[in-house]
């Protein structure tokens, strides 16, 4: 049956496992198989073309994998190769990018919103494009943050040198009045806490996790495809490209306890 069927989540390496967490919480019936391409990571640094290739193939080996909804985990790809990912696929696509610019749009009260993201989404402007459509009159502050995700790869999610990288980034978006930031990047919601503590207590930060399992939800409810409750959880699948081992150790910080078998996928 298709609602017995899996959701294919995936990401360019660690981050999208806080989707993955969110969709546990939000929908603990399902089933996710995800797909994590740590050999090729950072995405945020490489070219659009190159990119694209590389989420065609993953689309394809998820799809292989008879999943009934794709979840697009990645800004990176989202802002530049979604067009690639719903060419290829015949089921529903939800990407956090999408997500989480409808979040933004509806809850900043002065119209000014900041955007913390890769190098290659902040470039392509896919944030600023997604926000006026749900919101024209905004005003997009997007700042490319490099350095969070090695940072986050490497498990310093509330280390000094994290927080002195935070407050510089931090500095010129918020000298801009903004009262909305979006975490633009799978990786980001790790370092909430962080964040939470360096801007004022009336900054909403919107968590890309959160508000794409809330986004998933709905499609599924609205196109009848969710999984009923079973007598047993649902088995999860994890497939990396590289180092199963440390995606393990830092996955289990997403996931807030261990992950069961980690697959290594061999091109």
Known sequence: MTR???????????????????????????????????ARLPYGTKSSATIAGYAAQITEFLLKRDVKMLVVACNTMAAVALPVVTGLSPVPVVDVLDAGARAAAGVSRVGRVGVLATLTTVSSGAYERALRIHAPELHVVAKACPLFVPLVEEGWLDHPVTELTAQEYLR????????????????????????????????????????TAARVAAVLQAQ????????????????????????????????????????LVRW
């Open 172 to 211: 010129p978006v918020l000298a801009q009045g903004v009262d909305t930031l979006v975490l633009g990047c799978t990786h980001y919601p790790l370092l909430k806490p962080l964040l939470t503590r360096l801007v004022s207590d009336t900054t909403v930060l919107v968590d890309s996790a959160e508000t």
């Open 4 to 38: 017995e069927r899996p959701i294919g989540v995936f990401d360019s390496g660690i981050g999208g496992l806080t989707v993955v967490h969110a969709l546990m919480r939000a929908l603990p019936n399902e089933r996710i198989v995800y797909f994590g391409d740590t």
């Open 224 to 263: 009848d495809l969710c999984r009923p409750p079973g007598d047993m959880p649902p088995a999860h699948e994890y497939h990396v490209t590289d180092v199963p081992q440390r995606f393990r150790a830092v996955g289990a910080l997403c996931l807030g306890g261990p992950l069961p078998d980690v697959h």
